[in-house]
């Protein structure tokens, strides 16, 4: 099994930043494929940005240009950069991993973690 932890979630004003973290654990991959989702209060789990282990990005066009996703695959670690926050971006952010790239499909992801609260305020 893989563990997966997120941390650096927290409050912050609009136009703030914050950078989230994730760390995988326990059974290792030679290639890690990770993504970000977040899911606010009485909506469905959302794509935010996706990481191949070859370092190649993808964005959820409401975070483009604001939001930057690093990874490093040796580290099993991938970062979220998330810069200029609107009150829109509060929800649980979580981290997914899997062998396999799997891009914007939450459920074809098999490892999460348990999620980190990000609120912007107006």
């Known amino acids: 099994q893989v563990q997966l932890v997120e941390s650096g979630g927290g409050l912050v004003q609009a136009g703030g930043s914050l950078r989230l973290s994730c760390a995988a654990s326990g059974r290792t991959f030679s290639r890690y494929n990770m993504g970000w989702f977040r899911q606010a209060p009485g909506k469905e789990r959302a794509f935010v940005a996706a990481i191949s282990w070859s370092g190649g990005a993808d964005y959820a066009d409401s975070v483009k240009g604001r939001f930057t996703i690093s990874g490093d695959n040796a580290k099993a670690t991938v970062d979220l950069q998330m810069n200029s926050l609107k009150p829109e971006d509060t929800a649980v952010y979580y981290c997914?991993?899997?062998?396999?790239?799997?891009?914007?499909?939450?459920?074809?992801?098999?490892?999460w973690g348990p999620g980190t609260q990000v609120t912007v305020s107006s």
């Open positions: 997914a991993a899997d062998s396999r790239y799997s891009g914007r499909t939450w459920n074809h992801y098999n490892y």
